[in-house]
Nanobody, 122 residues
Framework: QVHLVESGGGLVQAGGSLRLSCVAS?????MGWFRRAPGKELEFVAS????????EYTDSVRGRFAISKDSAKNMLYLQMNSLNANDTGVYYC??????????????????WGQGTQVTVSS
């Protein structure tokens, strides 16, 4: 497992952008972003392979969000554009074990950050 810390959340107006970052204590392999909206279940957002190839996006963010990673810096990013109120929630980064291709399934991941709050005002 690795220790993950997210940053970059905040309050933004609808239509605006935010860039989330996640720093890993060790060298993570495949990674992903999840979010939890108020009163809702944890939801998959995006995943990326060990070598930085985006793998999956949930339908509601495809074309607006972009996941990327800088393996040299042990960093994961989520660029979020055209934000709307439905994007409000706590965003978590997650890392998968070396042998796992990260998907939308939570059980693919064995390390989780503490989350960063994103609030989109309409």
């Amino acid at each position: 497992q690795v220790h993950l810390v997210e940053s970059g959340g905040g309050l933004v107006q609808a239509g605006g952008s935010l860039r989330l970052s996640c720093v890993a204590s060790g060298r993570p392999y495949g990674m992903g972003w999840f979010r939890r909206a108020p009163g809702k279940e944890l939801e998959f957002v995006a995943s990326i392979s060990f070598n930085g190839v985006p793998l999956e996006y949930t339908d509601s963010v495809r074309g607006r969000f972009a996941i990327s990673k800088d393996s040299a810096k042990n960093m994961l990013y989520l660029q979020m554009n055209s934000l709307n109120a439905n994007d409000t929630g706590v965003y978590y980064c997650a890392a998968a074990p070396w042998h796992t291709r990260p998907s939308a399934l939570q059980h693919d991941y064995d390390s989780w950050g503490q989350g960063t709050q994103v609030t989109v005002s309409s």
